[in-house]
Every structure is written in structure tokens, then in C-alpha cells.
């Protein structure tokens, strides 16, 4: 496999995607694809390529390979009980409505289960959530909103029965939590961010990209932010560099932008 045909391999699959593999770390990225194009017998990037053209259940495997549409609701308990308890009360002394932004949300676990921690907060709030992703399946499924007993585990049944219909080990959340999260389409390396956000969450999103795409995304998301805003980030991806971008220490993997 030569390194003529990995980039011919790059530019064909981001002009059919829009996802720019040269954002990724390359290494990682070429041993993941390379395990993927032995299972379905490729002879090389460009005959997996071809594959990809004309197949297309491995298309969207494929896709789904690359944006890691692994999630669960209240992924990581204890970061969600600080948001719950410390983070959400605190922004919201600054603004009573909320702007939150849930940055690469795959199946929709992550706003929803902010939908629901934030009624549970402020019953009589409307909150303003904004849920993207780059895979069109994984938002359509996300708008479904119907979820398996595995990714609703750390839901304890109070809030389970609460806001879930369940039946035949399927459970799908109310259409009160669903009109609370706005689902679009959005490539966070390419596309426009909006801004004015008091809390943005990014988490298990970023781990297969280069540094230079880390830190312009994280400025990104500085930018974005309300004085005062919160970024939360996933438990392997500290920003090491939070004070050059501007961000202040908050909690363990929550950086907040100074008033």
C-alpha cells in the first residue's frame, strides 16, 4: 500500500464525505483502516475505495468506523453528577435560559440526558440544545430516540419510567424531551460554528485527531462561548494548553472561558 494511493485514498473519501483524514492522526488512522480492509478482503486503498462506492451498508459501517459512535446515556456518572450539582447551578446564576451545544452527539444519549437532568433542575425552563453530528445515521437515529437496556444502564428507574416508554427491551424517550434538542448536521473541522453558548460539551470526539486539529477546534469552542461558558471534554482529552487558548481551569475536564 504506497503513500501515492493513501492520498489518492484521502482525497477521493473526502470528496465523498467531507471528513479530511489528514485532520487524523495518521498512524492510528492507517492501522484502524487497514484492519477494516482485511476483513472485506481490499487489495490496497484503492480497491477498498472502490468498495466503499459501491457498497453501501460497508459505507456507512465505514463511517461509522471513523466518527466512533460509541455513547451511552450519563456517559461517566461522576462527571455528569458534577455537571448536575456544581457546573449547570453555576451558569445558571449567569442566565437563567441556557445555550448548550452537544458537539459530535452520535445516537442522541448526550442531550437527551441533558434534556432530562435540566428538567429535573428547572421544570419550567425551555433550554436551548443544539445536538450535531457528522453521520446522518447515527441523527436520525438520535431523532427516533429509542435506545437499548446497555446504553440506558446509568439511568437509575425513577428517571427510567419517568421519561421512557418501554417495551420489548426497547426503550424510546418522551416527545416532551425530544422537542427540547435541536438534531443537525455539522463537521466540526469544516463547517461554521454558532456562538453565544454558555456550556459546549465535546467528549470521546477528538482522540484519533492530529494536535493542530485539537487545538483550532479548542479555540474553536473558546470563541463560542459566553464569558463565563464551560467547555466539558471527555476523560482522556485534558487540554494541556488550556491557559494559551484562554480557557480557566474549572473542574477536572471542565475549562471555563473568564467573565
Known sequence: ???????LFKQKLHSKSGINLNDYKPAQMQRRIGNMMSRHGANGYLDFFSKLETNQKLYKDFIDFLTINVTEFFRTPEKFDELEKRVIPDLLKQSSKLSIWSAGCSIGAEPYSLAIMLNEITPQVRHRI??????VEMLAKAKQ???TTNELKNIPPARLNKYFKQADGIATIGDDMKARVDFQRHNLLVDKFESNFDLIL???VVIYFTEEAKDGLYRRFFAALKPGGVLFV???EAILNFRDIGFQHYLPFFYRKPL
Open 1 to 7: 500500500m504506497s503513500d501515492k494511493d493513501w492520498e
Open 130 to 135: 443544539l445536538a450535531t453530528d457528522l453521520d
Open 145 to 147: 430516540g429509542a435506545y
Open 202 to 204: 465535546c467528549r470521546n
Open 234 to 236: 471527555g476523560g482522556t
